[in-house]
């Protein structure tokens, strides 16, 4: 996809540029420079153990327009809901593996005994709502793709393409959900999407790189592109 060149869109910007469109309502690649990483400043939540640490250096933020990876990330963060991201990140092998390697055409085709299967997998969330919901979702995933086109390029058209950059100080100023994830929220459950609240999207759209919400003193606050 084509990205755009010059200053990089805050995430104000971006909820302007969406109340100006019609029919829309708003309301409501890891370092390699020989540098070690205790001379790193990073974003205070990847400090407490090292999955957290590479999983901030060297995926979160950037960019995805890979429509598996997309899923990926969509089934980990529906699962995550009510946990933390670091027992998703200790777990996502074993998930990578229960689910076919997050391939969502074969998701999609699972049945009953799919579910007491990953139901009895203790080395991924055994939730039965949340597995079940995979599957749905990822039926919906294929609905949406089949009308719409990839979804990856679904999702950069809400923001034009181009990353929205918080440009954050402190963590407190780091929002849990805005109003385009609750747009984006919105547009999923009505296209079959559950598990997809505007929390939810909001950790997506920051794991995928529609959003970079690495601090402004982090050194992967500069270096994630747009």
């Known amino acids: 996809m084509k990205r755009r060149s010059g200053r990089r869109r805050t995430i104000a910007e971006s909820e302007k540029h969406l109340e100006s469109k019609p029919g829309l309502s708003v309301a409501g690649g890891g370092r390699d420079d020989g540098a070690t ?3 790193l400043t990073r ?3 990847s ?5 957290l640490m590479d999983y901030h250096d060297k995926e979160w933020g950037l960019p995805v327009h890979d429509d598996r990876l997309q899923f990926e990330f969509l089934v980990l963060e529906s699962f995550q809901a009510g946990l933390s991201w670091l027992t998703i990140l200790r777990k996502r092998e074993r998930f990578r593996t229960a689910f076919d390697g997050f391939d969502p055409v074969r998701v999609a085709s699972y049945g009953k005994k799919d579910v007491e299967r990953l139901l009895s997998d203790e080395g991924i969330i055994r939730n039965r709502q949340k597995i079940k919901a995979t599957l749905s979702n990822a039926r919906a995933f294929l609905e949406l793709a089949e009308k719409e086109g990839p979804f990856s390029t679904w999702l950069w058209n809400f923001v034009d393409g181009e990353s929205i950059v918080g440009g954050w100080d402190a963590p407190r100023q780091v929002p849990s959900e805005t109003a385009l994830s609750r747009l984006v929220s919105r547009e999923l459950k ?5 598990f997809m609240g505007p929390v939810v999207v909001y950790s997506h759209m920051q794991a995928v ?4 919400d690495h601090l402004s003193s982090c050194f992967r606050y500069g270096e994630v592109p747009s």
Do not use: K, M, Q
């Open 37 to 39: 990483a205790s001379c």
């Open 43 to 45: 974003c205070p939540w």
């Open 47 to 51: 400090l407490s153990h090292p999955l």
């Open 190 to 194: 009505g296209r079959g999407f559950t």
């Open 209 to 212: 790189g529609l959003v970079n």
